[in-house]
């Protein structure tokens, strides 16, 4: 079957210590996003990338680091310069082009919910 | 800025009835508006979308309405049923950029 797997679900962080959230895809997908829910805010984008080796960020970018080495995966890693880091954390994958076929744009793995120790 | 707002954070609905969720935008340059279905402590999922060249889609019980001028979407749910209680999200973008806007969500609830 393929989709988005997304590990751990749940995750605990410490105060100054660096963590990192897994995303991997079998969707042969070669755009990959990563996205912050807050209760009341929806959906955030945090870091995307479009193709393996290169990626951009995001609207709220600020205490995050990512890395696409190979086109399944794109770990995002939450630094100690994150001061809010409690929220639940998408990853997702979408087609190039699928923009203009009427088709669906993402999809989304099942979520990492981090909490602050 | 808020560039998409569901202003509306929850609705409920009886079982049977049609659920209306709003959204409104900002931006005239958006083109491509979805709609995604949220489950508590899951990802989102592809339910419905609509390009600016058209006023109304529908897909089964689910239709997506467009209001260019009004810069306002409403997704139409009917009739409502159980399992459609979740957390509805808009999402815009332009053709080619792959880079969704998400709403703030509302959560629907159907009541049996």
């Known amino acids: 079957d393929g989709g988005i797997t997304q590990s751990p679900k749940y995750l605990f962080r410490k105060e100054g210590q660096n963590v990192t959230l897994s995303c991997e895809q079998n969707?042969?997908?070669?755009?990959m996003y990563w996205y912050r829910q807050d209760p009341g805010q929806g959906l955030r984008l945090i870091y995307y990338?479009?193709?393996?080796?290169?990626?951009q960020k995001g609207d709220i970018a600020e205490g995050y680091s990512v890395s696409r080495e190979k086109k399944e995966s794109f770990p995002l890693t939450v630094t100690s310069a994150q001061k809010n880091p409690t929220a639940f954390y998408l990853c997702?994958?979408?087609?190039?082009?699928?923009?203009?076929?009427?088709?669906?744009?993402?999809?989304f793995g099942s979520g990492t919910q981090l909490s602050v120790l | 800025d808020q560039q998409v707002k569901q202003n509306s954070p929850s609705l409920s609905v009886q079982e049977g009835r049609i659920s209306i969720l709003n959204c409104d935008y900002t931006?005239?340059?958006?083109?491509?508006f979805l709609w995604y279905k949220k489950y508590p402590a899951e990802g989102p999922t592809f339910l419905i979308s609509?390009?600016?060249?058209?006023d109304k889609n529908e897909d089964g019980r689910f239709t997506v309405f467009l209001n260019k001028s009004a810069k306002h979407l409403s997704l139409h749910i009917v009739p409502s049923q159980p399992g459609d209680s979740a957390v509805y999200f808009c999402?815009?973008?332009?053709?080619?950029?792959?880079?969704?806007?998400f709403g703030t969500g509302t959560r629907l609830t159907i009541i049996p």
């Open positions: 997702a994958s979408s087609r190039p082009g699928s923009t203009s076929g009427g088709n669906e744009k993402l999809f």
């Open positions: 969707l042969n997908h070669d755009a």
């Open positions: 990338s479009q193709i393996v080796n290169d990626f």
């Open positions: 931006n005239s340059m958006f083109d491509y």
């Open positions: 609509i390009s600016s060249i058209k």
């Open positions: 999402a815009t973008t332009n053709f080619g950029n792959e880079k969704l806007t």
